[in-house]
């Protein structure tokens, strides 16, 4: 079911409770990184636990598996999970804070291409923070925002 | 290949098709001419979709997509070129059968109901698996009873889906499958065709206007105009590697670097999208012009794909 004032079809809602857009700059194979390592960084993926497998998570979120099989190769590299033969990709202990601390890098490279967007289109700091504001409370009114604090 | 025929009686894939061996079906087109009065509806079209990708196909109507469709499926002869099968073996019949088409539109009598619909495909189709359909269609929602003249738009896509995809193709052609579909009919289908990678390793190739469609699902875009393909590209590449550079003020002469696609001037600066973005092509940018600043905006894929179509007019 599409909430209101939702795009039409973009937005696919996943197990782990994140969501992709088709429609962002950020390209799929990065949301889905991000997304998952929210997870982890949250805990709703505890150290020891599976992640879904690649087909499930395709079939799940609408894309390409060889997009979510990319997605995986990452957070292998990033040492936060490993492929365990036969099981899937285990998310290994103790990453839960350095899931934390990519997860806030991945948001400051954001921001920093949101300021830089913003200073191309020639918008004031004081605007810029406005815009901020209203983003978050944007942000609050869509089911994204909802189970942020799993875990915490 | 025995093994493999699945009409009558029942598949083998009842256990589920994990162990399935990736599909080899693909398809490499060059120098495709066709004419239509003096209207080139193809004109010298090179395109190869190899095994296992998916390939989306972007142009505005009329570059040529439709006509390249019914070349590829044997129901037109093109003027010149040729239309080569992977693997090379395989006779055109063959072909056909493990091909899947789903069309912009449903095309099935208006008496028939959905299992109706299904059945009399099941029957024309050597290659039907019966197991296989019955899970795209409890996937997909279904119902056998309904009249299709009675379906929704987007029961009507679900329904070609059902009827394209049933004898498990390895290489699917997708002409604006999902025009006008609802959201949720949209979701669904998006499931489907990702199962239909993950499953059996189709290959497909994907004509589509919804941007967003073709960067979940696709390996590779290829860009089509005037009956030819101007540009293919890695569909992350696309995203990550074409960006808008605002140059302000707007200087009085600037060196357009050969990965220029599209140029715009407008309050006060000259916006120029590239593709193939590196900090090295910044860093040279920036040093043409010393008294100014060229600020970085990443786009989105229609925002990449729209630049280059207008590009494409302005050239026409």
């Given at each position: 079911m599409t909430p209101p004032g939702m795009p039409s079809g973009s937005p696919t809602g996943s197990p782990l409770g994140f969501v992709l857009n088709a429609e962002s700059p950020v390209p799929i194979f990065r949301q889905i990184v991000d997304g998952l390592r929210a997870s982890i960084a949250r805990g709703s993926v505890a150290t020891g636990q599976l992640l879904p497998s690649v087909r499930t998570l395709a079939e799940e979120l609408g894309v390409n598996p060889n997009t979510v099989q990319k997605a995986f190769s990452e957070l292998e590299r990033e040492g936060l999970v490993a492929s365990e033969r036969g099981r899937g990709m285990v998310v290994l202990g103790g990453m839960r804070q350095s899931a934390k601390a990519a997860g806030e890098d991945a948001v400051l490279n954001r921001l920093a291409d949101a300021v830089r967007h913003a200073r191309a289109v020639g918008l004031s700091d004081e605007r810029f923070e406005t815009l901020l504001r209203k983003a978050k409370k944007l942000a609050g009114d869509s089911a994204g925002g909802k189970d942020a604090r799993d875990g915490e | 290949m025995a093994s493999e025929t699945t009409s009558g009686a029942a598949p083998a894939s009842a256990s589920g098709p994990a162990s399935d061996p990736a599909s080899n079906l693909g398809v490499a087109c060059s120098g495709l001419r066709m004419r239509y009065g003096k209207t080139h509806a193809l004109d010298c079209l090179d395109l190869t979709i190899e095994p296992g990708v998916a390939m989306g196909?972007?142009?505005?109507?009329?570059?040529?997509?439709?006509?390249?469709?019914?070349?590829?499926?044997?129901?037109?002869?093109?003027?010149?070129?040729?239309?080569?099968?992977?693997?090379?073996?395989?006779?055109?019949?063959?072909?056909?059968?493990?091909?899947?088409?789903?069309?912009?539109?449903?095309?099935?009598?208006?008496?028939?109901?959905?299992?109706?619909?299904?059945?009399?495909?099941?029957?024309?189709?050597?290659?039907?698996?019966?197991?296989?359909?019955?899970?795209?269609?409890?996937?997909?929602?279904?119902?056998?009873?309904?009249?299709?003249?009675?379906?929704?738009?987007?029961?009507?896509?679900?329904?070609?889906?059902?009827?394209?995809?049933?004898?498990?193709?390895?290489?699917?052609?997708?002409?604006?499958?999902?025009?006008?579909?609802?959201?949720?009919?949209?979701?669904?289908?998006?499931?489907?065709?990702?199962?239909?990678?993950?499953?059996?390793?189709?290959?497909?190739?994907?004509?589509?206007?919804?941007?967003?469609?073709?960067?979940?699902?696709?390996?590779?875009?290829?860009?089509?105009?005037?009956?030819?393909?101007?540009?293919?590209?890695?569909?992350?590449?696309?995203?990550?590697?074409?960006?808008?550079?605002?140059?302000?003020?707007?200087?009085?002469?600037?060196?357009?670097?050969?990965?220029?696609?599209?140029?715009?001037?407008?309050?006060?600066?000259?916006?120029?999208?590239?593709?193939h973005f590196t900090r090295d092509l910044l860093e040279r940018l920036r040093a043409g012009v010393p008294n100014g600043s060229i600020d970085v905006i990443d786009l989105t894929i229609a925002e990449a794909c729209t630049d280059r179509m207008r590009a494409m007019e302005v050239r026409g």
């Open positions: - | 196909l972007v142009g505005r109507n009329g570059a040529g997509k439709s006509t390249l469709f019914r070349v590829i499926l044997g129901m037109e002869l093109p003027d010149a070129g040729s239309v080569r099968r992977i693997p090379n073996q395989i006779d055109d019949s063959a072909f056909l059968a493990r091909t899947g088409f789903v069309p912009d539109q449903l095309s099935v009598y208006d008496w028939m109901t959905v299992g109706s619909a299904i059945e009399y495909v099941g029957k024309l189709q050597p290659r039907f698996d019966r197991t296989w359909s019955d899970s795209l269609v409890a996937d997909l929602g279904l119902d056998r009873s309904k009249k299709v003249t009675a379906l929704s738009r987007g029961m009507q896509a679900r329904l070609a889906f059902v009827l394209g995809l049933s004898h498990r193709p390895e290489l699917l052609l997708l002409d604006e499958p999902l025009l006008g579909v609802d959201a949720v009919s949209h979701d669904a289908i998006l499931a489907i065709l990702a199962r239909m990678r993950s499953e059996l390793g189709s290959a497909m190739l994907i004509a589509s206007h919804s941007l967003g469609d073709l960067a979940r699902l696709t390996d590779r875009i290829a860009f089509i105009e005037g009956g030819r393909v101007v540009e293919e590209c890695a569909t992350d590449d696309l995203v990550a590697h074409t960006k808008r550079l605002i140059v302000r003020p707007e200087p009085a002469s600037f060196a357009l670097p050969p990965e220029t696609i599209h140029v715009t001037k407008g309050d006060g600066a000259l916006i120029v999208t590239v593709r």
